[in-house]
């Protein structure tokens, strides 16, 4: 079992220790882009604006049947 300096040992923890602060770095600046909801927003109007149609429609819908229906009644 072929064993590993003190030396060794202490250059394999830096450069561990250097890695993780690099993919740290990194997962935090994904993490900002992602999170950021107005760059999101710009991405993706097209899918925003059909979404709010799509949304504006099936309130719209219920609300006028529900309208419709209490008028039924009476």
């Known amino acids: 079992m072929p064993t590993r300096t003190p030396e060794e040992i ?3 923890i ?3 220790r ?3 602060a690099h993919s740290l770095e990194r997962l935090r600046g994904e993490v ?3 999170t950021d909801w107005r760059k ?3 991405a993706h109007q097209k899918q925003v604006l059909i979404g709010a149609a799509v949304a504006g429609f099936v309130l719209g819908g219920g609300l006028a049947a ?3 229906r ?3 009644r009476r």
């Open 32 to 34: 900002a882009e992602i």
């Open 14 to 16: 830096e450069s561990n």
């Open 66 to 68: 529900f309208g419709r």
């Open 18 to 20: 250097t890695d993780l």
């Open 10 to 12: 202490r250059r394999s």
């Open 70 to 72: 209490g008028r039924r």
């Open 40 to 42: 999101q927003l710009r």
